[in-house]
Structures are given as structure tokens and as C-alpha cells.
């Protein structure tokens, strides 16, 4: 069954650090998002994108942040000056184009010290 | 706000017993319910969706009922396995726009008693 990969699976990093969080969507999908899970809550939309732009992202997704899908299997997102707040599960999700159903990858877990 | 809710943090039934979780949404533009099981470390997984033309859907062992007047949405586990242990999640989809963004509720544990 097709899945949404997700690397790396944990991420350790200093405050005031850059990471990129990579994700391989499904491969015939053309909708793709990123969500994030704080420990112990719901999980929170980020950013949907499609068509190689971002089609809407939630007053989380602030400037720090930024999504690229750098090649045709690859969708990234980079948060460029890491804050203790954004530890975190990071899910990237995808899905196709005569479907609403969002498939959701295993998650990275950003750890921000 | 828009937010979708959910009644119970959580929920302990007896193996073999039937589960009812239930989950409150607040957007009435919300055309699509979706869902999702999350066991511990892991992403979410789809159970099943329902959209706003219908009032219940059937899986093989869950139903999801839709009642749009008082905008409540649940999800029913038929004869609770050990392995229904997690945590679930209903989410909604607005109608406009169409982006798929889903709003997530806050999470219902499912503990199975042996």
C-alpha cells in the first residue's frame, strides 16, 4: 500500500538552528500539507500546497517557516531559526486529486533545546 | 472561531463491547468528516469519512453518524479489539476553498480492558 515517508525520524537541534523536515508524498498525489502535533494535543495545520505554491497556511506558518518540493518526490519544510516552541511531531500529508482523504506520513519529532 | 471538539479526553470499554466516541464541529460551511485513529508514535490513520449529504456511513467494524442540526459527528467501534487502543480523532474539511485542510478535534483515548 503506498505511505508517506518521512525522515528523519527524530531531530535533536539548538535553539536559533535551522532544520528541514523531508517528506516523499504519495506519488500520483498533487495536494500536499504539512500539520504539526505538540505532546499531548491535537494536531494543528500548517501550510496545504499544490501547483508549486502554498494554497493556504494557518497563522502558525509565520515567516520562519517555508515549504519546497525541490524535485518531483520531495516536499520539505525548512524552519530557519528553530524556537523551543516548535518542538514538536511535524506530519506531512498528501493527497490525490479526486479525493478529500489526506494520508498522513509517520511524523518527525523536532526537538528544540 | 471555527473548531471541532470532542466530548471526552477519554474513553475505557471491555473488550468485546461496542464503543461510541463522539465529537462536536462548529464550522457549518464543513462539508466532509473524516476520522482518524493515531496509536502512540505514529501519524494518522484514516478510518472512515462521511460528507454532509449523508447521515451515516458503515465500515466493516465503525460507523460514523452525522447529525448536522446539532452538528455532532461519532464514531462507532463494533466488538472493541485490544488493538482499537489509541487515540481518535475527527476532523472536518470546509467546504470553500478546497484546499483539504483539515481542522482537527482534540482527541479521544480509547483504552480496551481485557
Known amino acids: 500500500e503506498p505511505e508517506v515517508t518521512q525522515t528523519p525520524s527524530h531531530q535533536v537541534t539548538q535553539m536559533g538552528q535551522e532544520v528541514i523536515l523531508r517528506c516523499v508524498p504519495i506519488s500520483n498525489h498533487l495536494y500536499f500539507y504539512w500539520y504539526r502535533q505538540i505532546l499531548g494535543q491535537k494536531v494543528e495545520f500548517l501550510v496545504s500546497?499544490?501547483?508549486?505554491?502554498?494554497?493556504?497556511k494557518s497563522e502558525i506558518f509565520d515567516d520562519q517557516f517555508s515549504v519546497e518540493r525541490p524535485d518531483g518526490s520531495n516536499f520539505t519544510l525548512k524552519i530557519r531559526s528553530t524556537k523551543l516552541e516548535d518542538s514538536a511531531m511535524y506530519f506531512c500529508?498528501?493527497?490525490?486529486?479526486?479525493?478529500?482523504?489526506?494520508?498522513f506520513g509517520q511524523g518527525t519529532r523536532l526537538t528544540v533545546v | 472561531g471555527e473548531s471541532v471538539g470532542l466530548h471526552l479526553p477519554t474513553l475505557s470499554v471491555q473488550e468485546g463491547d461496542n464503543s461510541i466516541i463522539n465529537c462536536a464541529y462548529s464550522?457549518?460551511?464543513?462539508?466532509?468528516f473524516i476520522w482518524y485513529k493515531q496509536e502512540s508514535g505514529k501519524g494518522p490513520q484514516f478510518i472512515i469519512d462521511i460528507r454532509s449529504n449523508m447521515d451515516k456511513r458503515q465500515g466493516q467494524r465503525v460507523t460514523v453518524l452525522l447529525n448536522k442540526t446539532v452538528k455532532h459527528l461519532s464514531l462507532q467501534i463494533a466488538a472493541t479489539q485490544p488493538g482499537d487502543s489509541a487515540v481518535y480523532f475527527c476532523?472536518?474539511?470546509?467546504?470553500?476553498?478546497?484546499?483539504?485542510?483539515?481542522?482537527f478535534g482534540q482527541g479521544t483515548t480509547l483504552q480496551v480492558k481485557p
Open positions: 500546497f499544490y501547483n508549486n505554491e502554498i494554497s493556504e
Open positions: 464550522n457549518s460551511a464543513s462539508d466532509y
Open positions: 500529508a498528501s493527497r490525490g486529486n479526486s479525493g478529500r482523504v489526506g494520508i
Open positions: 476532523a472536518e474539511s470546509p467546504g470553500s476553498g478546497n484546499t483539504g485542510k483539515l481542522i
